[in-house]
């Protein structure tokens, strides 16, 4: 089945700089990537996507890239604000999995002001 | 509308209660899930509901039950449980089963005594 390793587990980022977090996948059929941002307390929220078909997609301050060929995708913050402060999941959806989406390990992402 | 509802938002239950959570989304769509999360680890599926008809039952223990009485709700029935099932239990749906953004309602935070 699908496998899908996130790094890091932990990142501390000054305000204003910016914060990538990596995912690496293993089945070269998947073609779905979302990432989820939870704040504690509340539920995942996705705030990206990209399907398999496009290289990179960007919104304001926040882009994703996939590299097929790797099989990896990234999540690229800009500008973080103290708000950017949650746990990030990647994730990967293959079709005609059983799974369904197959999530990450989580990244805590710290933004100190 | 992308809103999944879910209630309660708290519950605490002795092991020998029987309770029920509750999802409801009117998204029109057809899938709907049952995760399990633990603190900062990513959502542990359970069940997947497509078309009102279970389609992944990820070896969870009876002791969780789950029921789609319609397409806009699904139902998670609880007895017996145990303190090491105390967790956040999401819902989500999705349009089509797969592949398609999985949308997440707040949770019910489940504290087992």
């Known amino acids: 089945g699908e496998n899908v390793e996130q790094h890091p587990s932990t990142l501390s980022v000054q305000e204003g700089d910016s914060a990538v977090i990596k995912c690496t996948y293993s089945d070269s059929a998947s073609n779905y990537f979302p990432w989820y941002k939870q704040e504690l307390g509340k539920r995942p929220q996705l705030i990206i996507d990209i399907r398999s078909n496009v290289g990179e997609k960007k919104d304001q301050r926040i882009a994703v890239t996939l590299n097929k060929t790797a099989k990896h995708f990234s999540l690229h913050i800009t500008e973080t604000q103290p708000e950017d402060s949650a746990v990030y999941f990647c994730?990967?959806?293959?079709?005609?999995?059983?799974?369904?989406?197959?999530f990450g390990s989580g990244t805590q992402l710290t933004v100190l002001p | 509308d992308t809103e999944v509802t879910q209630t309660p938002k708290h519950l605490v239950m002795g092991m020998t209660n029987k309770k029920s959570l509750k999802c409801e989304q009117h998204?029109?769509?057809?899938?709907m899930y049952w995760y399990k999360q633990k603190a900062k680890k990513p959502p542990e599926l359970m069940f997947v509901y497509s078309y009102e008809k279970l389609s992944i039952n990820e070896s969870v223990p009876s002791r969780f039950s789950p029921e789609c009485p319609n397409s806009s709700l699904l139902n998670l029935h609880l007895h017996a449980l145990q303190p090491e099932d105390s967790a956040l239990y999401l819902c989500a749906s999705s349009g089509s089963g797969g592949g398609e953004t999985q949308y997440f309602g707040p949770g019910t935070r489940l504290l087992v005594l």
């Open positions: 998204m029109g769509h057809r899938a």
């Open positions: 994730a990967a959806y293959r079709p005609g999995s059983a799974r369904q989406l197959t």
